[in-house]
């Protein structure tokens, strides 16, 4: 059974600092595409980050230079470290992954999606 379990969610103040962190199991996915996705309430679901097998990095330009994404392989876990938080970062927070080195951006693309954690941001 294929499973993705995001963690680290929580409230923070408006430039402060949380490390999210997706644990997978049940597949090997040392050569998928890992990515962040969040939403907000009454928004659709966007592309926040994503890392492949050889841990190249795209970003959406909102996060760029803000977040950073990692994976570690041995361990099949990913992480999102968000710095300089702002409100509009609030949102529920998915670790996803798809079947291909190629980062791709939409939704559709990836198979396997976690629960999702909740970051609160406050101003």
């Known amino acids: 059974q294929v499973q993705l379990v995001e963690a680290g969610g929580g409230l923070v103040q408006a430039g402060g600092s949380l490390r999210l962190s997706c644990a997978a199991s049940g597949r090997t996915f040392s050569s998928d595409t890992m990515a962040w996705f969040r939403q907000a309430p009454g928004k659709e679901r966007e592309f926040v980050a994503a890392?492949?097998?050889?841990?190249?990095?795209y970003y959406a330009d909102s996060v760029k230079g803000r977040f950073t994404i990692s994976r570690d392989n041995a361990k099949n876990t990913v992480a999102l470290q968000m710095n300089s938080l702002k409100p509009e970062d609030t949102a529920k927070y998915y670790c996803a992954s798809r079947r291909s080195e190629v980062i791709i951006t939409a939704t559709t693309h990836y198979e396997y999606w976690g629960q999702g954690t909740q970051v609160t941001v406050s101003a």
């Open positions: 890392i492949n097998w050889s841990s190249s990095t």
